[in-house]
């Protein structure tokens, strides 16, 4: 057989691994890209949160007689623990303790 009948087949695949191999490394490219942007996004919102940040601290320290936080934060009450209605809890008698099988005895069926 001079002619290899899977021939065809063999390259079809190898031009669909091809353009698979091609697709895969560009749509690889435009994740990395995005990723690199989002990444000097967050570079220049986390600088300019930095600015913010260090104008209110200015801002604090130059008026210390304005009102913090913990001025209007009001502390919970400590709760005390109720006690049941009707006076003392009825008394519960203790369970029984089972008793331990002696000479190798099987426990009894109920």
């Keep these: 057989m001079a002619d290899d009948p899977w021939r065809e087949f063999k390259r079809a695949l190898q031009n669909h691994q091809r ?3 091609q697709r895969i490394a560009q749509a690889r490219s435009e994740m990395l890209a995005a990723m690199t942007e989002a990444q000097n996004d967050m570079a220049r919102a986390e600088a300019e949160f930095d600015e913010m940040m260090a104008a209110a601290r200015k801002q604090v320290e130059l008026h210390p007689d ?3 936080p913990e001025d209007f934060i009001k502390l919970p009450k400590p709760r005390r623990r109720r006690r049941p ?3 003392e ?3 519960v008698a203790p369970r029984p303790k089972p008793k331990p099988l002696v000479d190798g005895a099987e426990a009894p069926i109920e």
């Design 19 to 21: 353009e698979l191999n």
């Design 66 to 68: 304005w009102p913090r």
């Design 85 to 87: 209605r009707g006076g």
């Design 89 to 91: 809890p009825a008394p």
